[in-house]
Protein backbone atom coordinates (compact mmCIF):
# COMPACT_ATOMS: atom_id res chain seq x y z
CA UNK A 1 0.00 0.00 0.00
CA UNK A 2 1.49 3.11 -0.66
CA UNK A 3 0.41 6.54 0.73
CA UNK A 4 0.06 10.33 -0.79
CA UNK A 5 -0.64 13.08 0.86
CA UNK A 6 -2.33 16.23 -0.33
CA UNK A 7 -3.02 19.53 0.92
CA UNK A 8 -4.53 22.51 -0.39
CA UNK A 9 -2.74 25.78 0.75
CA UNK A 10 -4.01 27.09 4.38
CA UNK A 11 -5.97 29.87 3.86
CA UNK A 12 -5.08 32.67 1.75
CA UNK A 13 -5.88 36.43 2.05
CA UNK A 14 -8.12 36.23 -0.94
CA UNK A 15 -10.06 33.23 0.87
CA UNK A 16 -10.77 35.55 3.70
CA UNK A 17 -11.69 38.30 1.41
CA UNK A 18 -14.21 35.83 -0.47
CA UNK A 19 -12.25 36.62 -4.13
CA UNK A 20 -11.55 34.70 -7.18
CA UNK A 21 -8.39 34.12 -6.76
CA UNK A 22 -7.62 31.19 -9.93
CA UNK A 23 -4.00 32.37 -11.00
CA UNK A 24 -3.55 35.77 -8.91
CA UNK A 25 -0.40 34.97 -6.66
CA UNK A 26 -1.71 36.19 -3.00
CA UNK A 27 0.03 35.51 -0.04
CA UNK A 28 -1.04 32.74 2.93
CA UNK A 29 -3.27 34.94 5.77
CA UNK A 30 -2.36 34.36 9.48
CA UNK A 31 -4.89 31.72 9.31
CA UNK A 32 -3.69 29.85 6.94
CA UNK A 33 0.09 30.02 7.62
CA UNK A 34 -1.50 28.81 11.31
CA UNK A 35 -3.42 25.97 9.42
CA UNK A 36 -0.09 24.84 7.40
CA UNK A 37 1.83 24.77 10.71
CA UNK A 38 -0.71 22.59 12.28
CA UNK A 39 -0.97 20.19 9.03
CA UNK A 40 2.94 19.50 9.60
CA UNK A 41 2.43 19.14 13.24
CA UNK A 42 -0.58 16.53 12.52
CA UNK A 43 2.02 14.76 10.08
CA UNK A 44 5.27 14.80 11.89
CA UNK A 45 2.58 13.64 15.05
CA UNK A 46 1.28 10.22 12.81
CA UNK A 47 5.09 9.23 11.93
CA UNK A 48 4.72 10.84 7.98
CA UNK A 49 7.78 11.14 6.26
CA UNK A 50 7.86 11.78 2.84
CA UNK A 51 10.81 11.21 -0.12
CA UNK A 52 9.15 14.83 -2.05
CA UNK A 53 7.20 17.18 -2.51
CA UNK A 54 5.30 18.60 -5.58
CA UNK A 55 3.74 21.98 -5.67
CA UNK A 56 2.10 24.61 -8.11
CA UNK A 57 4.26 27.84 -9.00
CA UNK A 58 1.81 29.99 -6.86
CA UNK A 59 3.21 31.04 -3.51
CA UNK A 60 0.26 29.97 -1.26
CA UNK A 61 0.75 26.54 -1.95
CA UNK A 62 4.41 26.87 -2.30
CA UNK A 63 4.53 28.66 1.49
CA UNK A 64 2.24 25.66 2.51
CA UNK A 65 4.44 23.24 1.48
CA UNK A 66 7.95 25.06 3.49
CA UNK A 67 5.92 25.31 6.84
CA UNK A 68 4.44 21.93 6.57
CA UNK A 69 8.26 20.23 6.10
CA UNK A 70 9.25 22.70 8.15
CA UNK A 71 7.39 21.27 11.07
CA UNK A 72 8.25 17.63 9.63
CA UNK A 73 12.17 18.62 9.54
CA UNK A 74 11.58 17.61 6.22
CA UNK A 75 13.14 20.99 4.36
CA UNK A 76 15.42 19.36 3.59
CA UNK A 77 13.86 16.49 0.59
CA UNK A 78 13.67 17.26 -2.88
CA UNK A 79 10.81 19.65 -3.87
CA UNK A 80 9.40 20.63 -7.85
CA UNK A 81 7.23 23.30 -8.93
CA UNK A 82 5.07 23.52 -11.94
CA UNK A 83 2.20 25.60 -13.19
CA UNK A 84 0.63 22.31 -14.10
CA UNK A 85 -0.47 22.48 -10.72
CA UNK A 86 -1.47 25.87 -10.29
CA UNK A 87 -5.43 26.71 -9.31
CA UNK A 88 -7.84 26.81 -11.78
CA UNK A 89 -7.50 29.81 -13.62
CA UNK A 90 -10.52 31.81 -13.26
CA UNK A 91 -10.45 34.20 -16.16
CA UNK A 92 -12.52 37.90 -16.11
CA UNK A 93 -13.55 36.90 -12.61
CA UNK A 94 -9.69 36.66 -10.43
CA UNK A 95 -9.87 39.69 -7.84
CA UNK A 96 -13.69 39.99 -7.68
CA UNK A 97 -15.55 39.31 -4.46
CA UNK A 98 -17.55 35.90 -4.77
CA UNK A 99 -20.94 37.10 -3.06
CA UNK A 100 -20.74 40.39 -5.28
CA UNK A 101 -20.36 38.86 -8.32
CA UNK A 102 -23.47 36.39 -7.24
CA UNK A 103 -25.04 39.62 -7.21
CA UNK A 104 -24.28 40.82 -10.17
CA UNK A 105 -24.92 37.53 -12.57
CA UNK A 106 -27.02 35.69 -10.12
CA UNK A 107 -26.36 32.27 -7.42
CA UNK A 108 -26.91 29.61 -10.25
CA UNK A 109 -24.27 31.18 -12.85
CA UNK A 110 -21.64 31.69 -10.31
CA UNK A 111 -22.20 27.93 -8.84
CA UNK A 112 -22.12 26.98 -12.54
CA UNK A 113 -18.87 28.82 -13.16
CA UNK A 114 -17.25 27.62 -9.73
CA UNK A 115 -18.84 23.84 -9.77
CA UNK A 116 -19.50 22.74 -12.98
CA UNK A 117 -17.27 20.55 -15.14
CA UNK A 118 -17.35 22.11 -18.67
CA UNK A 119 -18.71 25.63 -18.00
CA UNK A 120 -15.56 28.22 -18.41
CA UNK A 121 -16.14 31.71 -16.32
CA UNK A 122 -15.58 34.94 -19.20
CA UNK A 123 -11.81 35.13 -20.42
CA UNK A 124 -9.34 37.93 -19.87
CA UNK A 125 -8.79 39.84 -22.41
CA UNK A 126 -4.69 39.83 -23.54
CA UNK A 127 -4.51 42.92 -23.06
CA UNK A 128 -6.00 42.87 -19.09
CA UNK A 129 -3.32 43.82 -16.84
CA UNK A 130 -4.08 40.56 -14.95
CA UNK A 131 -3.02 38.51 -17.94
CA UNK A 132 0.64 37.45 -16.72
CA UNK A 133 2.08 35.28 -19.71
CA UNK A 134 5.09 37.12 -19.42
CA UNK A 135 6.10 36.36 -16.20
CA UNK A 136 9.30 34.73 -15.74
CA UNK A 137 7.30 31.86 -14.07
CA UNK A 138 5.38 31.18 -17.10
CA UNK A 139 8.52 31.04 -19.54
CA UNK A 140 8.20 27.71 -20.42
CA UNK A 141 4.49 27.97 -21.52
CA UNK A 142 4.05 28.84 -25.23
CA UNK A 143 1.41 31.74 -25.39
CA UNK A 144 -0.97 29.38 -26.96
CA UNK A 145 -0.68 27.60 -23.76
CA UNK A 146 -1.28 30.01 -21.09
CA UNK A 147 -4.99 30.03 -20.08
CA UNK A 148 -7.44 33.28 -20.56
CA UNK A 149 -10.14 31.00 -18.26
CA UNK A 150 -10.71 27.53 -17.26
CA UNK A 151 -13.29 24.62 -16.62
CA UNK A 152 -12.68 21.95 -13.90
CA UNK A 153 -12.01 19.89 -17.64
CA UNK A 154 -9.11 21.92 -18.42
CA UNK A 155 -7.36 21.82 -15.00
CA UNK A 156 -8.24 18.16 -14.86
CA UNK A 157 -6.43 17.81 -18.28
CA UNK A 158 -2.94 19.86 -17.18
CA UNK A 159 -2.95 17.92 -13.31
CA UNK A 160 -3.20 14.15 -14.89
CA UNK A 161 -0.46 15.38 -17.53
CA UNK A 162 1.83 16.02 -14.88
CA UNK A 163 0.72 13.12 -12.54
CA UNK A 164 1.17 10.75 -16.06
CA UNK A 165 4.66 12.76 -15.94
CA UNK A 166 5.89 13.13 -12.53
CA UNK A 167 3.68 11.70 -9.45
CA UNK A 168 3.00 7.87 -10.94
CA UNK A 169 6.60 7.22 -11.81
CA UNK A 170 7.68 8.59 -8.22
CA UNK A 171 4.51 6.34 -6.57
CA UNK A 172 5.13 3.63 -8.10
CA UNK A 173 8.79 3.76 -7.40
CA UNK A 174 8.15 3.60 -3.76
CA UNK A 175 8.43 6.99 -3.34
CA UNK A 176 6.31 8.53 0.06
CA UNK A 177 4.94 12.38 -1.65
CA UNK A 178 3.46 15.48 -0.40
CA UNK A 179 1.76 17.43 -3.05
CA UNK A 180 0.95 20.64 -1.91
CA UNK A 181 -2.03 22.43 -4.75
CA UNK A 182 -4.78 24.35 -4.42
CA UNK A 183 -8.70 23.54 -4.36
CA UNK A 184 -9.63 22.72 -8.11
CA UNK A 185 -6.40 21.00 -8.44
CA UNK A 186 -6.95 19.02 -5.54
CA UNK A 187 -11.21 18.93 -7.03
CA UNK A 188 -9.69 17.68 -10.40
CA UNK A 189 -7.11 14.78 -8.90
CA UNK A 190 -9.53 13.36 -6.74
CA UNK A 191 -12.22 13.42 -9.21
CA UNK A 192 -10.00 11.13 -11.47
CA UNK A 193 -8.40 9.00 -8.64
CA UNK A 194 -11.89 8.00 -7.53
CA UNK A 195 -13.74 8.00 -10.69
CA UNK A 196 -16.57 10.25 -9.76
CA UNK A 197 -18.37 11.54 -12.70
CA UNK A 198 -18.64 14.95 -14.19
CA UNK A 199 -22.32 14.86 -12.63
CA UNK A 200 -21.29 13.95 -9.60
CA UNK A 201 -18.27 16.46 -8.56
CA UNK A 202 -20.13 19.83 -7.87
CA UNK A 203 -20.52 19.05 -4.37
CA UNK A 204 -16.99 18.12 -3.52
CA UNK A 205 -15.11 21.12 -1.55
CA UNK A 206 -11.39 20.28 -0.39
CA UNK A 207 -10.51 22.43 2.80
CA UNK A 208 -7.66 24.56 3.45
CA UNK A 209 -4.84 23.43 5.08
CA UNK A 210 -5.98 19.57 6.31
CA UNK A 211 -3.97 16.50 5.41
CA UNK A 212 -5.73 14.33 2.78
CA UNK A 213 -4.45 11.00 2.89
CA UNK A 214 -5.05 8.53 -0.09
CA UNK A 215 -4.30 4.73 0.38
CA UNK A 216 -3.05 3.17 -2.94
CA UNK A 217 -2.67 -0.37 -4.19
CA UNK A 218 0.03 -1.29 -6.39
CA UNK A 219 -1.75 -0.19 -9.35
CA UNK A 220 -2.01 3.40 -7.61
CA UNK A 221 -6.03 2.85 -7.81
CA UNK A 222 -7.14 4.03 -4.14
CA UNK A 223 -7.53 1.87 -1.18
CA UNK A 224 -9.53 4.55 1.15
CA UNK A 225 -8.79 7.98 2.02
CA UNK A 226 -9.22 10.34 4.95
CA UNK A 227 -8.44 13.59 6.45
CA UNK A 228 -5.83 13.35 9.07
CA UNK A 229 -5.82 15.60 12.16
CA UNK A 230 -4.17 15.04 15.49
CA UNK A 231 -6.15 12.52 17.23
CA UNK A 232 -6.10 10.85 13.60
CA UNK A 233 -8.50 10.08 11.07
CA UNK A 234 -10.79 12.90 11.04
CA UNK A 235 -14.67 11.29 11.24
CA UNK A 236 -16.52 12.44 7.88
CA UNK A 237 -19.09 14.53 9.83
CA UNK A 238 -16.31 16.92 11.59
CA UNK A 239 -14.72 18.18 7.69
CA UNK A 240 -15.05 22.06 7.20
CA UNK A 241 -16.84 21.42 3.59
CA UNK A 242 -17.77 24.96 3.72
CA UNK A 243 -18.11 26.64 -0.20
O1 LIG B 1 -9.32 30.25 -6.84
C1 LIG B 1 -10.12 30.51 -5.94
O2 LIG B 1 -10.91 31.47 -5.90
C2 LIG B 1 -10.22 29.54 -4.77
O3 LIG B 1 -9.01 29.06 -4.43
C3 LIG B 1 -11.14 28.41 -5.15
O4 LIG B 1 -12.28 29.01 -5.43
P1 LIG B 1 -13.63 28.20 -5.62
O5 LIG B 1 -13.81 27.38 -4.37
O6 LIG B 1 -14.62 29.27 -5.84
O7 LIG B 1 -13.40 27.33 -6.82
Redesign the pocket.
Known sequence: MIKLVLIRHGQSV??LENR???WTDVDLSNNGLEEAKQAGIVLKKHGYVFDAAHTSVLKRAIQTMWIVLREMDLLWIPDYKSWMLN?RH?GALQGLN?AETAEKYGEEQVHLW?RSVDIRPPALERTDERYEASAPRYRSLREEEFPLTENLEDTERRVLKYWQKAIAPALSSGQHLLISA???TLRALVKYLDRIPADGIADLNIPTGIPLVYELDERLSPIRHYYLGIDGEIPEEKIPSH?
Request: glycine share 16%.
Open positions: WNFTGEYKRHGNI
